[in-house]
């Protein structure tokens, strides 16, 4: 390989800036040998390529790289995070807006758990948000079924070694008692499988049900079940640490893009983002939310000036 070769991208970086997939999953379709470089097809992705290379992605050209973009979603109950299923189940790709490019999670939500899920079209923005290094709060409004007390949920505060894999302190929150139930605001700074599920399992208690209500800076809001925001470009760059392109692409509105196909399982009553689309109070019940199958407000938030999908307005 030539010097100009040395200095280029490996394959598997630029298939994911073009938001083909991860670049762990991109790997994997190098060596499933989907992927051709210069009318050869590969199955290593140690290469690396330059611009002048001609890429193809089972047998399709490989599109130009759009800018850097990041979305919020709303996830519901009852979608699988991953772009194929081999169960046959919907996912969230499935329910996404027609007009929304080809995206990849940032992180997971299981099927039974709801809330934001950030999305990009940059295999590049998906690591960073998702290294350990950047060490991001994710918060999330949980609902426990018992009548826990605040001590219960010390060894989560301290960490937990649960069948020999170590999971780093959380930050828990008992925030009231609704009947047979408790609602908590739980914190991590890590994505392991089921993390928040099979931690409360071990302290004797079931979660019924997990929202996800930010994700480092950005927030789900008031962003309703199904719907998708993009974020402003530049609160993105700003956030991430990235630098501003030599001439800037015209900027999202932020105005959210509504998914109006069926949710999975029909109506679910009056749950988080779901109702006559009224905005929801947060002044009325962002202390204590979750009254009724309804729960909590998603975007309920404790942290201090983080943006969601927009900028806060200057002013009172």
Same mark, same amino acid.
């Given at each position: 390989?030539?010097?100009?070769?040395?200095?280029?991208?490996?394959?598997?970086?630029?298939?994911?800036?073009?938001?083909?997939?991860?670049?762990?999953?991109?790997?994997?379709?190098?060596?499933?040998?989907?992927?051709?470089?210069?009318?050869?097809?590969?199955?290593?992705?140690? *290469?690396?390529?330059? %611009?002048?290379?001609?890429?193809?992605?089972?047998?399709?050209?490989?599109?130009?790289?759009?800018?850097?973009?990041?979305?919020?979603?709303?996830?519901?109950?009852?979608?699988?995070?991953?772009?194929?299923?081999?169960?046959?189940?919907?996912?969230?790709?499935?329910?996404?807006?027609?007009?929304?490019?080809?995206?990849?999670?940032?992180?997971?939500?299981?099927? &039974?758990?709801?809330?934001?899920?950030?999305?990009?079209?940059?295999?590049?923005?998906?690591?960073?948000?998702?290294?350990?290094?950047?060490?991001?709060?994710?918060?999330?409004?949980?609902?426990? &079924?018992?009548?826990?007390?605040?001590?219960?949920?010390?060894?989560?505060?301290?960490?937990?070694?649960?069948?020999?894999?170590?999971?780093?302190?959380?930050?828990?929150?008992?925030?009231?008692?609704?009947?047979?139930?408790?609602?908590?605001?739980?914190?991590?700074?890590?994505?392991?499988?089921?993390?928040?599920?099979?931690?409360?399992?071990?302290?004797?208690? %079931?979660? &019924?049900?997990?929202?996800?209500?930010?994700?480092?800076?950005?927030?789900?809001?008031? *962003?309703?079940?199904?719907?998708?925001?993009?974020?402003?470009?530049?609160?993105?760059?700003?956030?991430?640490?990235?630098?501003?392109? %030599?001439?800037?692409?015209?900027?999202?509105?932020?105005?959210?893009?509504?998914?109006?196909?069926?949710?999975?399982?029909?109506?679910?009553?009056?749950?988080?983002?779901?109702?006559?689309?009224?905005?929801?109070?947060?002044?009325?019940?962002?202390?204590?939310?979750? %009254?009724?199958?309804?729960?909590?407000?998603?975007?309920?938030?404790?942290?201090?000036?983080?943006?969601?999908?927009?900028?806060?307005?200057?002013?009172?």
């Amino acid at each position: 390989m030539d010097t100009e070769k040395k200095d280029g991208d490996r394959i598997a970086k630029v298939l994911a800036r073009a938001g083909v997939a991860s670049r762990r999953e991109a790997e994997r379709m190098i060596e499933a040998g989907r992927v051709s470089v210069n009318g050869k097809r590969i199955d290593s992705p140690a *290469l690396n390529v330059i %611009a002048t290379d001609t890429i193809m992605v089972d047998d399709k050209p490989l599109s130009e790289p759009e800018p850097p973009r990041l979305w919020l979603y709303h996830k519901p109950i009852g979608l699988v995070t991953s772009a194929r299923d081999e169960k046959g189940r919907s996912t969230v790709f499935d329910s996404l807006p027609e007009d929304m490019p080809r995206v990849i999670s940032v992180g997971r939500l299981d099927i &039974n758990s709801e809330g934001l899920l950030l999305l990009t079209n940059d295999g590049g923005i998906k690591r960073k948000l998702e290294l350990p290094s950047t060490g991001w709060l994710r918060r999330y409004r949980v609902r426990i &079924n018992g009548r826990p007390k605040d001590e219960d949920f010390a060894p989560l505060r301290k960490g937990l070694v649960i069948g020999g894999e170590r999971f780093q302190p959380m930050t828990v929150t008992l925030d009231r008692q609704q009947g047979a139930n408790a609602w908590l605001t739980i914190g991590l700074r890590e994505g392991k499988n089921r993390e928040i599920r099979r931690a409360i399992e071990d302290l004797g208690f %079931a979660v &019924n049900r997990l929202i996800r209500v930010s994700y480092g800076p950005f927030q789900l809001g008031q *962003l309703k079940e199904g719907e998708v925001e993009e974020v402003r470009r530049k609160v993105m760059r700003d956030q991430l640490g990235l630098e501003a392109p %030599a001439e800037e692409t015209p900027r999202p509105t932020g105005k959210p893009v509504v998914n109006r196909s069926r949710k999975p399982g029909g109506p679910r009553g009056k749950g988080p983002g779901q109702g006559s689309g009224a905005k929801h109070d947060t002044k009325r019940d962002t202390k204590h939310p979750g %009254a009724g199958r309804s729960g909590p407000a998603p975007g309920a938030s404790s942290g201090k000036g983080k943006p969601r999908g927009k900028p806060p307005k200057r002013g009172g």
